[in-house]
């Protein structure tokens, strides 16, 4: 569940990086390392400012109509926050010497982390495939130009291979992150009552399937069986209840109404431009405003998809 959720699938990927010395294009020797850092400071990011919106070198990721949000980060190893704590008194009777280092942990080869948010419309193996093919087929010299420093990238030779490669390091996403809704959203609940219900109905059948035979057949002591089979219904009809509780906790966030990427690109765009019409109408007789707020809305049709805001485009 964690992986999809509210609609968008939350993509965690950790790739191992290659190790072996390797070349640049004017033939200089670097470790893969340094090169994956160097193709990352020039890969193209969103135009975050006024003067880089006319600029036509944006983010590749800004040709896919379904990312939200993506972001690279280069893991070397693992941080070393010092010594385990212990205690100086209980260290000098058992003749621990503080002297002596602990094992610290060390990753076997840097790594690089790749997270990306997406519109989805499930969190199945196929939508991931899709996403990551048609990413591919949209920006497959600036994804190799950063993915040729990890190991196994070589065997990548087209979309497919290219999402097998990346399912092959994902791990799952355990705090997507999902803040589009503006109205409550509509969970349902599950009643007490109906819990309180699953558990009596599986406490009577359990009893009934174990005393009803014991009183024909058996005839073991009727006390003792009726107080196990009671006991034993009973837990079980608690184990149900707290089965039906987790599998609707799992079930996925609904998605919030108009939170795919054009809706929301859209919403921006016309809350850019409605705060300047705010802005521009303050004091107007009320006849000039009711003009003006018609011209507004022919200008940049709320209801309709265009004109909006670009993808990869802040302010």
């Known amino acids: 569940m964690p992986n999809f959720d509210g609609g968008h699938y939350f993509l965690t990927v950790i790739i191992p990086v290659n190790t072996r010395p390797c070349k640049r294009a004017d033939g200089t020797v670097t470790t893969p390392i340094n090169a994956l850092r160097e193709a990352l400071n020039t890969l193209p990011t969103a135009r975050q400012s006024k003067a880089s919106i006319a600029n036509p070198c944006t983010s590749p990721f800004t040709r896919d109509s379904r990312t939200h949000l993506t972001r690279f980060a280069v893991i070397p190893d693992v941080a070393y926050n010092g010594r385990d704590p212990q205690n ?185 431009h409605f705060m300047d019409f705010a802005i521009d109408n303050q004091g107007v007789d009320p006849a000039a405003l009711h003009a003006n707020f018609g011209a507004f809305l022919n200008a940049h049709q709320p209801n309709q998809a265009t004109p909006t805001q670009p993808p990869g485009v802040i302010g």
């Open 88 to 272: 100086s008194i209980g260290m000098a009777i058992k003749g621990v010497n503080p002297v002596i280092p602990q094992p610290v942990d060390a990753l076997t080869c840097p790594f690089m982390l790749w997270a990306v948010d997406f519109d989805a419309a499930d969190g199945s193996d196929a939508t991931l495939n899709g996403y990551l093919e048609g990413l591919w087929t949209v920006a497959k010299d600036e994804l190799t130009d950063v993915f040729q420093y990890c190991t196994g990238f070589d065997t990548v030779d087209g979309p497919s291979e290219f999402a097998a490669w990346i399912r092959k390091c994902q791990i799952e996403t355990v705090m997507p992150f999902n803040d589009y809704w503006i109205i409550p959203p509509p969970f349902p609940s599950l009643s007490l009552g109906g819990l309180a219900g699953e558990v009596l109905l599986m406490a009577a059948v359990v009893f009934a399937a174990i005393f009803i035979p014991n009183m024909i057949w058996l005839h073991w002591n009727p006390w003792l069986v009726g107080i196990f089979a009671a006991l034993l219904g009973l837990a079980l009809g608690i184990w149900s209840a707290l089965r039906t509780v987790a599998n609707a906790a799992a079930k996925p966030f609904p998605t919030a109404p108009n939170s795919d990427l054009p809706s929301v690109l859209k919403s921006l765009y016309l809350q850019k």
